[in-house]
């Protein structure tokens, strides 16, 4: 398989208010950026047409693009600030006289409604012209109880469903949906065949192959969210996707060039200096030079394809186990969805018949739920006398007692006792997850348990948080992964806590791995960090803990690549 062109549908440039830290923001960074990621070209806007007054915004856009081949101008349209003088349709036909050929809407930024008549006659222009329409939801509104300060995008899909319905021939791209959104965007996808959606976080385990089976490639465009989000997750995403290579050849540009009318995309010129572990992930090639261990997945039984209400396909065993072949995974520890719900014994069954299954690919935890103390006693003997779990698998969110309340003290002596990795779900709230204060003091009265913090990549908020705990205790490590993917997020951690504290998990079905992977090594690390990142740190703490761990053999990629 040989390289894709990238053209990528969603990034901004300019001085943003709410700047990812070191994310790059005038020309010469975003290119700089785009050459990092193999990514040829890209769709842009300007952060002061969102953040500011969007005619100036769009004014500087054009004027930082002029001469700029590879960055294609996205105008932005409004029809605020009032005026009396204000015609969004005349704004729209002033731009698209001077060649602009997408544009973007931010409902929530700008406090749009879809029944405004100045923006129903912008987008009756659009129709008649064949312009896409990028609905993005993105909004300066924080959620504080779980992960901190990262965005959270409210998309109102039956609002687009109506746009669409009354613009049929109006190609419209809903920017920023993810695996949250996906049950209702199919029912949408079956309603409007003209609907699309950009992929920067469309992370649902196996969902790009998913879409392209049941609805076509035609309805997927490559994107990034440069600078807020990591360009990398969602060039792997693209990469490692099992579909035909012309359906991978539309999503990462086709479709776009089809939309905008541009010419064919070519790829970069090669980079004899690259680094290997980033070859394999340019040309999705299972990761063959540095061993992979994610520390933390879930497993389900067969015919079990969702949690909490979420689509997310199958999750047995053994689409767990090929999904890791495909990206060169070796091994992946597990816990079952019961930690979302009441039954750990039968969940905890579930995870040690799969890590039995495929010995040394799959390491149970065993779920701990408080509130049943009169099964732990026999939990304890089945998952630590009998069998040899690989760790405890606590839920405060879901179980609503924090990790810090009595009724986990005998687990949790357990793990200390044992050497076990305890794996947290974080949080600001006890009740949404182990706290910082929690995670310190516990950390300190059970010494020989190791406490991995799970989603610490989630927001620079998060990860500030636990540096401080991941600093001052040997025993308390930092797991990554969130659908977030801020941008820099992975050097930033190995920066401020050292390469040594940090563990590669992908959260693997909850979201597919491949973003995930991706994230990571296109970060701005060297392959010794990315190594011990992406493994190495993971084996040494198997070590401490006396786990038997079996290595794998060779494991294979995708058939016929």
């Known amino acids: 398989m040989g390289e894709t062109a990238f053209f990528d549908a969603n990034a901004c440039l300019g001085r943003s208010a709410c700047r990812t830290p070191g994310a790059p923001y005038d020309v010469a960074g975003l290119a700089a950026e785009l050459d990092h990621c193999r990514i040829s070209r890209a769709l842009v806007y300007h952060a002061a047409a969102r953040e500011l007054d969007p005619a100036a915004g769009n004014g500087l856009l054009l004027q930082e693009t002029a001469g700029q081949a590879r960055l294609v101008p996205a105008a932005v349209i409004s029809p605020g600030p009032y005026t009396k003088e204000l015609d969004p349709a005349a704004e729209v036909e002033k731009l698209i006289e001077s060649g602009v050929r997408a544009f973007r809407i931010f409902p929530l930024y700008h406090q749009l409604s879809f029944s405004h008549s100045g923006l129903r006659r912008a987008f009756e222009l659009l129709q008649q012209h064949g312009r896409p329409l990028f609905i993005d939801y993105d909004q300066p509104y924080y959620n504080f109880k779980q992960l901190g300060q990262h965005e959270q995008r409210a998309v109102d899909l039956e609002a687009v469903g109506r746009l669409a319905a009354d613009f049929p021939g109006l190609p419209v791209v809903v920017v920023g949906a993810n695996y949250n959104h996906a049950s209702a965007l199919f029912r949408l996808f079956d309603q409007r065949p003209e609907l699309r959606v950009e992929t920067s976080l469309f992370q649902g385990f196996g969902m790009m192959a998913y879409v392209c089976r049941r609805w076509g490639a035609e309805r997927l465009l490559f994107g990034t969210g440069l600078p807020a989000v990591s360009p990398g997750a969602a060039r792997a995403m693209v990469m490692y996707a099992e579909i035909e290579e012309e359906d991978r050849r539309r999503v990462a540009a086709g479709n776009l060039e089809a939309l905008l009318g541009e010419p064919a995309t070519g790829t970069l010129a090669e980079d004899p200096g690259r680094s290997p572990l980033a070859c394999d992930l340019d040309l999705g090639r299972p990761l063959e030079k540095a061993v992979v261990l994610d520390v933390h997945g879930h497993i389900a039984p067969q015919g079990f394809e969702g949690v909490i209400g979420l689509t997310l396909g199958p999750q047995d065993a053994d689409s767990i186990v090929r999904a890791m072949d495909l990206l060169g995974f070796s091994s992946l520890a597990v816990s079952s969805w019961e930690i979302c719900g009441g039954d750990a014994p039968g969940g905890n069954r579930v995870a040690w018949e799969a890590a039995e299954q495929y010995p040394g690919r799959l390491l149970p935890y065993a779920v701990v739920n408080p509130n049943y103390p009169g099964e732990w006693p026999a939990q304890q003997e089945e998952c630590f006398g009998k069998r040899r779990f690989f760790g405890l698998k606590p839920y405060p969110f879901y179980q609503r007692r924090p990790l810090s309340d009595p009724a986990f003290a005998e687990p949790l002596a357990l793990a200390d006792r044992l050497r076990l990795p305890v794996l947290c779900h974080p949080g600001f709230d006890p009740l949404a997850g182990a706290t910082p204060e929690e995670i310190d003091e516990?950390?300190?009265?059970?010494?020989?348990?190791?406490?991995?913090?799970?989603?610490?990549?989630?927001?620079?908020?998060?990860?500030?948080?636990?540096?401080?705990?991941?600093?001052?205790?040997?025993?308390?490590?930092?797991?990554?992964?969130?659908?977030?993917?801020?941008?820099?997020?992975?050097?930033?951690?190995?920066?401020?806590?050292?390469?040594?504290?940090?563990?590669?998990?992908?959260?693997?079905?909850?979201?597919?791995?491949?973003?995930?992977?991706?994230?990571?090594?296109?970060?701005?690390?060297?392959?010794?960090?990315?190594?011990?990142?992406?493994?190495?740190?993971?084996?040494?703490?198997?070590?401490?803990?006396?786990?038997?761990?079996?290595?794998?053999?060779?494991?294979?990629?995708?058939?016929?690549?």
């Open 442 to 561: 516990l950390a300190q009265r059970f010494p020989q348990a190791f406490f991995i913090i799970a989603h610490s990549g989630g927001s620079f908020r998060l990860a500030d948080s636990f540096l401080e705990p991941a600093r001052r205790h040997g025993n308390v490590l930092l797991e990554i992964n969130y659908t977030s993917v801020p941008f820099g997020m992975i050097a930033y951690l190995a920066d401020k806590a050292g390469p040594e504290k940090i563990l590669f998990g992908t959260d693997m079905p909850m979201r597919d791995p491949a973003p995930i992977l991706g994230w990571v090594v296109y970060d701005h690390l060297g392959d010794e960090a990315l190594r011990m990142i992406l493994g190495g740190n993971l084996l040494r703490l198997i070590e401490k803990t006396g786990y038997p761990y079996r290595p794998p053999g060779p494991v294979h990629g995708r058939q016929g690549a």
